[in-house]
Each structure stands twice: as structure tokens, then as C-alpha cells.
């Protein structure tokens, strides 16, 4: 009796985050534009969190979380054009 045994390829095993100072660093854009149309983006990259916390406030209803972080490098605020603004959106 021949007994066939299946060739599936095993599972690649993405890294699991319990916290969030375990996650890879990564990069971030932070973009804005005003009621004119002028547009202005900074960029972090290779943010790393080192930690974070939690707060809550009976008398304003918030809940809030923040983290701190380090950035390897900074682009810094530079104005990118005029930006289109449509009515309600």
C-alpha cells in the first residue's frame, strides 16, 4: 500500500506584535492644507516606539492612548503646491 503524502509548503511565520514597542520600525507622512488650498508634508523615518500609555477623564468622556517615540530622521515642513479642495468633501 502506497500512502501519498501531500507537498504543502509550510506557513511562513509572520512575526507577532504583543506590545506596540515590538513593532519594526517604520515611517511616517504628516500632510496638511488650509481652507486656501496650500499644502505643506514633514516625513519621520525609522520611527521606533519605546513606550507607551494609557488615560481616561470622567469629566470630558476621553479616552485617550500615547506613545513615545525617536525618528532616525526628519524631513522637515515644506510646502508642496496648492491642493485641490472640492465643496463637501
Given at each position: 500500500?502506497?500512502?501519498?503524502?501531500?507537498?504543502?509548503r509550510?506557513?511562513?511565520?509572520?512575526?507577532?506584535?504583543?506590545?506596540?514597542?515590538?513593532?519594526?520600525?517604520?515611517?511616517?507622512?504628516?500632510?496638511?492644507?488650509?481652507?486656501?488650498?496650500?499644502?505643506?508634508?514633514?516625513?519621520?523615518?525609522?520611527v521606533?516606539?519605546?513606550?507607551?500609555?494609557?488615560?481616561?477623564?470622567?469629566?470630558?468622556?476621553?479616552?485617550?492612548?500615547?506613545?513615545?517615540?525617536?525618528?532616525?530622521?526628519?524631513?522637515?515642513?515644506?510646502?508642496?503646491?496648492?491642493?485641490?479642495?472640492?465643496?463637501?468633501?
Open positions: 500500500m502506497t500512502v501519498k503524502r501531500s507537498r504543502r509550510p506557513r511562513s511565520k509572520r512575526p507577532f506584535t504583543w506590545f506596540t514597542d515590538q513593532i519594526l520600525p517604520f515611517d511616517i507622512t504628516i500632510a496638511g492644507a488650509n481652507e486656501y488650498g496650500a499644502a505643506a508634508s514633514a516625513k519621520l523615518f525609522g521606533e516606539i519605546l513606550n507607551e500609555g494609557f488615560g481616561t477623564s470622567i469629566d470630558d468622556t476621553v479616552i485617550e492612548q500615547q506613545a513615545t517615540f525617536v525618528a532616525q530622521t526628519i524631513a522637515p515642513l515644506q510646502a508642496c503646491g496648492t491642493a485641490q479642495l472640492y465643496a463637501g468633501a
